[in-house]
Protein backbone atom coordinates (compact mmCIF):
# COMPACT_ATOMS: atom_id res chain seq x y z
CA UNK A 1 0.00 0.00 0.00
CA UNK A 2 0.89 3.19 -0.84
CA UNK A 3 1.50 6.00 2.04
CA UNK A 4 -1.02 8.42 2.02
CA UNK A 5 -0.50 12.13 0.47
CA UNK A 6 -2.36 15.36 1.76
CA UNK A 7 -5.71 16.74 -0.65
CA UNK A 8 -3.11 19.36 -2.04
CA UNK A 9 -1.91 16.22 -4.39
CA UNK A 10 -5.41 14.89 -5.66
CA UNK A 11 -5.81 15.35 -9.22
CA UNK A 12 -8.54 15.70 -11.79
CA UNK A 13 -8.81 11.53 -13.58
CA UNK A 14 -7.55 9.71 -9.80
CA UNK A 15 -10.07 6.70 -9.27
CA UNK A 16 -12.70 7.44 -6.34
CA UNK A 17 -13.62 4.02 -3.99
CA UNK A 18 -15.84 3.43 -1.27
CA UNK A 19 -15.15 2.03 1.85
CA UNK A 20 -15.23 -1.59 0.44
CA UNK A 21 -12.93 -0.90 -2.39
CA UNK A 22 -15.78 -0.79 -5.00
CA UNK A 23 -15.00 1.53 -8.03
CA UNK A 24 -17.27 4.79 -7.43
CA UNK A 25 -16.01 6.98 -10.33
CA UNK A 26 -13.26 9.24 -11.53
CA UNK A 27 -11.86 12.74 -9.57
CA UNK A 28 -13.86 15.27 -11.49
CA UNK A 29 -12.81 18.44 -9.29
CA UNK A 30 -10.92 19.59 -5.63
CA UNK A 31 -13.11 21.48 -4.01
CA UNK A 32 -11.44 24.10 -1.53
CA UNK A 33 -9.33 26.70 -0.70
CA UNK A 34 -5.64 25.73 -0.83
CA UNK A 35 -4.06 29.24 0.81
CA UNK A 36 -6.19 28.73 3.67
CA UNK A 37 -6.02 24.72 3.90
CA UNK A 38 -9.51 24.39 3.48
CA UNK A 39 -10.84 21.29 1.81
CA UNK A 40 -14.24 21.13 1.02
CA UNK A 41 -14.89 17.59 -1.25
CA UNK A 42 -14.66 16.31 -4.28
CA UNK A 43 -16.80 16.40 -7.71
CA UNK A 44 -16.80 12.48 -8.63
CA UNK A 45 -17.67 11.71 -12.43
CA UNK A 46 -19.74 8.40 -12.54
CA UNK A 47 -20.05 8.16 -16.06
CA UNK A 48 -19.64 9.91 -19.73
CA UNK A 49 -23.36 11.76 -19.28
CA UNK A 50 -23.43 11.74 -15.80
CA UNK A 51 -23.32 15.14 -13.84
CA UNK A 52 -20.73 14.83 -10.84
CA UNK A 53 -22.01 14.32 -8.11
CA UNK A 54 -20.36 16.32 -4.97
CA UNK A 55 -18.70 14.34 -1.86
CA UNK A 56 -17.93 16.07 0.92
CA UNK A 57 -14.49 16.57 2.62
CA UNK A 58 -15.80 14.77 5.96
CA UNK A 59 -16.13 11.53 3.92
CA UNK A 60 -12.74 11.13 2.34
CA UNK A 61 -10.53 8.83 4.06
CA UNK A 62 -7.31 7.63 2.78
CA UNK A 63 -5.45 9.60 -0.02
CA UNK A 64 -2.64 8.02 -2.34
CA UNK A 65 -1.42 8.51 -5.00
CA UNK A 66 -3.73 8.20 -7.76
CA UNK A 67 -6.72 6.54 -5.07
CA UNK A 68 -9.63 8.54 -2.95
CA UNK A 69 -11.14 5.90 -1.04
CA UNK A 70 -14.31 7.04 1.21
CA UNK A 71 -15.26 6.55 4.87
CA UNK A 72 -18.78 5.14 3.63
CA UNK A 73 -19.99 2.51 0.93
CA UNK A 74 -21.53 3.42 -2.26
CA UNK A 75 -25.16 2.72 -0.91
CA UNK A 76 -24.42 4.85 2.20
CA UNK A 77 -22.71 7.64 -0.04
CA UNK A 78 -26.00 7.59 -2.70
CA UNK A 79 -23.90 6.38 -5.37
CA UNK A 80 -26.89 3.44 -6.23
Same mark, same amino acid.
Given at each position: MADPV???????GWDV???????LGRVHQVLGDP? !? =??? =????????????????? !?EQVGTIVEGRV????? !? !?ELGFD
Open positions: SWFLIEPVDSTGKED !A =DIF =DGLEVETGILGKPQYVP !AQMEQT !A !A
